[in-house]
């Protein structure tokens, strides 16, 4: 089947979607969040939900050097580990003098709560709820199969509520999310048009039925992100500002055909990546309207990024700054896919897993996805201007 056709159909799909509402739900026509506080907050907190983009080390178990889940570590963030490397939400916390840990970290099944807590003083510091493979509501996120916790942001919330009774007012609320449910319908997708490619070929479908069944296919997977969108800007609404929760700051997700992975797939693809993001984007803004939230647009910050990487600093905007075959060789064929969680930027060291040539502070991407120590500093820098210019800081 022809590549061409199959994107075609997510694209007429994406124009149905947003023309009808996904059917039942009006066009999303309204101008989001509105309200947010403007004062200037003294914050005792940082919390955060969301997926691997804010994971603060959960999985750091699964990258133990020796193999028994003990210090030391290879990785345990997805970026570009060494000593001192950090993700944005670590450093947003520490541009405020606070510290934030991981809620849980673990794998396998295995895991511990809030292990900061063997110091007294940072008993309270555990509030980086984000993990690695995590979606908006379903527990089964990327990565649950072997062995990732993947716990979803709705259950990220109502841990917090369980530990804290509520939000306080003082806590600087920090929500991303969304991306895997767009790489997982994107997924689901992309495997029925491959499918019914194989199926015309072989005569067991005409290609006409097989244009229908990707229309089909395309039309359920943006439904069913439309559908995460909807529910994060729920739980936003009545899970964190309907229970104490004063400043609380969205980022959008950011164009997923614009990274290393976007560039894997076949050309005609990434346009329809984008149409996927753009839904979810949209109907999460549609849903917080007139909620008094910030918004971190990280959509628009990466297109800047990417428009003119030499002025954030950045040398490489397209390549993967970890090598998949080092990554792999490290971990003795265990990890094949080059995943930054287990990469290490440690100047010298055996496991060091960055390509030759690849920079940890001026190369954007870790790997496919996710940032580097540098791209998280990028992006840090682009937050705290969001933050300031709301007057939070």
Not at 4 to 10: F, K, L, Y
Not at 83 to 103: D, F, K, Y
Not at 286 to 303: C, R, T
Request: proline residues 5%; aromatic residues 8%.
């Amino acid at each position: 089947m022809k590549l061409i056709r199959t994107w075609t159909a997510i694209a007429v799909a994406s124009a149905l979607l947003t023309a009808c509402g996904g059917g039942g739900s009006d066009t999303p026509d309204k101008p989001g969040p509105a309200g947010a506080p403007t004062s200037k907050a003294n914050f005792v907190s940082v919390v955060s939900f969301g997926d691997s983009l804010s994971d603060a080390g959960t999985y750091a178990p699964a990258t133990s050097a020796t193999g028994n889940g003990q210090a030391p570590f290879l990785g345990g963030r997805f970026t570009t580990n060494a000593a001192g490397s950090t993700v944005w939400v670590e450093n947003v916390a520490a541009s405020l003098g606070l510290v934030i840990t991981p809620h849980e970290v673990g794998f396998a099944g295995v895991s511990v709560k809030c292990p900061a807590a063997a110091n007294p003083a940072l008993a309270n510091s555990c509030t980086a709820y984000g993990m690695g493979g995590a979606r908006v509501t379903d527990p089964n996120g990327i990565g649950k199969s072997g062995g990732a916790l993947t716990v979803p942001v709705k259950t990220q919330i109502a841990n917090h509520l369980a530990r804290f009774g509520n939000f306080k007012g003082t806590e600087l609320v920090l929500v991303l999310a969304g991306a895997n449910d767009v790489l997982t319908q994107f997924g689901v997708f992309a495997a029925k048009a491959t499918q019914n490619g194989i199926d015309v070929a072989a005569g067991r479908l005409t290609q006409a039925q097989a244009d229908t069944s990707n229309q089909a296919a395309a039309i359920a997977a943006l439904g069913e992100v439309k559908k995460s969108a909807q529910e994060l800007a729920g739980y936003v609404r009545t899970e964190m500002l309907d229970k104490g929760a004063k400043y609380v700051a969205i980022v959008t997700v950011p164009d997923l055909a614009a990274t290393p992975f976007g560039a894997s797939v076949p050309a005609s693809a990434r346009p329809q990546l984008t149409a996927m993001v753009d839904v979810f984007n949209l109907w999460l803004n549609e849903g917080l309207n007139g909620q008094p939230v910030g918004i971190i647009d990280a959509y628009s910050i990466f297109k800047n990024i990417t428009a003119n990487p030499a002025s954030f600093g950045i040398t490489n905007i397209s390549s993967r700054a970890c090598d998949v075959a080092k990554i792999q060789a490290i971990t003795s064929g265990t990890v094949t896919d080059g995943s930054s969680l287990f990469c290490n930027s440690t100047d010298g060291a055996p496991f060091n897993g960055l390509a030759t040539g690849a920079s940890a502070s001026t190369w954007f991407f870790a790997d496919g996805v996710h940032p580097t120590t540098g791209g998280h500093k990028v992006f840090t820098d682009e937050a705290v201007k969001v933050l300031r210019a709301l007057g939070w800081i």
